[in-house]
T-cell receptor, first 115, second 115 residues
Framework: AQKVTQAQTEISVVEKEDVTLDCVYE???????LFWYKQPPSGELVFLIR??????QNEISGRYSWNFQKSTSSFNFTITASQVVDSAVYFC????????????FGTGTRLTIIP | GAVVSQHPSRVICKSGTSVKIECRSL??????MFWYRQFPKQSLMLMAT?????????EQGVEKDKFLINHASLTLSTLTVTSAHPEDSSFYIC???????????FGQGTRLTVV
């Protein structure tokens, strides 16, 4: 069975600080995708990244970066120089093997950026 | 990314009535659509997977007769909550994908309140 753990329920940081959101996953599959989504107060899910299990390269997109460590089953997300607009709930998710996009979501981390 | 539109965004209905929620892929043909449910401050739980032209596959614990899913065309899936009760009040969100091994895009979600 698949499982995604986001141990940090809520995080608050002052604007311009860096913040890392943790994600640890469990799966017996050798092929899978990992995702991060942002859910602002309006409710929609904003896609941030999709990473396949064969690609362990870290990725940077503007102020966002992701660290995929297969050895520790972690896929952490860092926001650099945080801004108030980053305040949201962030979900990490894991898909079943390639060919099926059913997602197992973590419980989410509520991030609050304090002005 | 591709656009998935969900309608309505909010609905309030009386207990015992049925409510239909639409999920449309606006700029692509969706072979598969997924329906998720999210209780307040909780994670998203997959309810069912629907493939165009075939019966939906429901997750364990989800009542098929209560949550009717229809995927009659490649751009539209509907979720009907039948004989709604206050405990069905939740945020329902759909996602759609073009084909096997492609990412899924989420709609804006529908907040259902049953009074």
């Amino acid at each position: 069975a698949q499982k995604v753990t986001q141990a940090q329920t809520e995080i608050s940081v002052v604007e311009k600080e860096d913040v890392t959101l943790d994600c640890v996953y469990e799966t017996r599959d050798t092929t899978y995708y990992l995702f991060w989504y942002k859910q602002p107060p309006s409710g929609e899910l904003v896609f941030l990244i999709r990473r396949n299990s064969f690609d362990e390269q870290n990725e940077i997109s503007g102020r966002y970066s992701w660290n995929f460590q297969k050895s520790t089953s972690s896929f952490n997300f860092t926001i650099t120089a945080s801004q108030v607009v980053d305040s949201a709930v962030y979900f990490c998710a894991l898909s079943e093997p390639f060919g099926n996009e059913k997602l197992t979501f973590g419980t989410g981390t509520r991030l609050t950026i304090i002005p | 990314g591709a656009v998935v539109s969900q309608h309505p965004s909010r609905v309030i209905c009386k207990s015992g009535t049925s409510v239909k929620i639409e999920c449309r892929s606006l700029d692509f043909q969706a072979t598969t659509m997924f329906w998720y449910r999210q209780f307040p401050k909780q994670s998203l739980m997959l309810m069912a997977t629907s493939n165009e032209g075939s019966k939906a596959t429901y997750e364990q614990g989800v009542e098929k007769d209560k949550f009717l899913i229809n995927h009659a065309s490649l751009t539209l899936s509907t979720l009907t909550v039948t004989s709604a009760h206050p405990e069905d009040s939740s945020f329902y969100i759909c996602s759609a994908r073009m084909g096997v091994d492609t990412e899924a895009f989420f709609g804006q979600g529908t907040r259902l309140t049953v009074v």
